[in-house]
């Protein structure tokens, strides 16, 4: 559990991230490199005298990760991997200021993409909000999955259950793992109490969610080769309720709750 003073040190953090991430969603289109995203990525969190947290992380070598397609999350970026028209793109960006870390995720479209994955995409946009929204005082961290599942459930899509979101502060990954849905129910497993600290992140495909990792060791693709989408936010438990360290905004808008904002 962060104190509000630590909680504060990591909004900070985030709006690295909120920040990396605008520039680099603005900067997708067809032609442009995933090499050329990463490196805009690294000027940006360094511009702000921030550390990328995934550059060398485990020996990753890049500052986001860039998964395009099937490939679900840890696609490396690359100056071969040229974006076309129609594809969706996960960008997963992670920043390390004053010790303290923000991880957040979007899916961008390239260009003109088909109906079927912008609605994928959007729906996991809502099932990561919904997650936030039950990250609250009083809560307990099954609700966090039962909110995300009962959002991608009904319209069909797989979730993927080997990859969950994560605890983070002064490491990216903390306890406790944050599951995509909850078999047992909401009301379960650890306490939301103020201070907790999450990364929530729904990945769901449009097929089965089952995955495996490709020769480069990190690169997560689906078996049926469907394609998938991948959104996230660090949020924070406040006395108030969530509050989501990288959003721009703190998550007001799209929780429709006003947000603590010390900073």
């Not at 028209?85 to 004053?98: H, N, R, T, Y």
Request: glycine content about 14%.
């Amino acid at each position: 559990v962060k104190t509000p003073e630590q909680v504060a040190l990591m909004r900070a953090a985030g709006l690295v991230v909120a920040r990396t991430l605008e520039r680099v969603a603005g900067a997708v289109a067809p032609g442009v490199t995933t090499g050329e995203l990463d490196r805009l990525a690294e000027e940006s969190i360094r511009g702000e005298g921030a550390i990328p947290s995934f550059l060398g992380y485990h020996g990753f070598p890049g500052s986001i990760c860039a998964s395009i397609g099937a490939e679900v999350v840890h696609g490396i970026p690359s100056g071969e991997r040229v974006l076309v028209e129609g594809q969706l793109l996960s960008i997963d960006c992670g920043a390390i200021l004053a010790g303290w870390h923000g991880d957040a995720a979007v899916t961008v479209p390239v260009g003109e993409c088909a109906p079927e994955l912008l609605a994928l995409s959007r729906v996991t946009e809502q099932a990561l909000w919904a997650g936030l929204a039950a990250v609250r005082p009083g809560g307990r961290l099954s609700d966090v999955g039962h909110a995300v599942e009962t959002t991608v459930r009904p319209h069909g899509y797989g979730l993927l259950e080997d990859y969950t979101g994560h605890g983070i502060g002064t490491s990216m990954h903390e306890p406790p793992n944050v599951p995509n849905l909850a078999p047992r129910g909401p009301g379960r497993g650890m306490a939301l109490d103020p201070g907790v600290v999450l990364a929530v992140e729904p990945m769901a495909t449009l097929g089965e969610p089952h995955v495996r990792t490709l020769d480069d060791d990190w690169t997560v693709v689906t078996l049926d080769g469907r394609q998938a989408a991948h959104w996230e936010h660090t949020v924070a438990v406040t006395p108030e309720g969530p509050w989501v360290l990288t959003a721009l905004d703190g998550g007001a808008a799209r929780l429709g709750t006003a947000v603590p904002e010390p900073v």
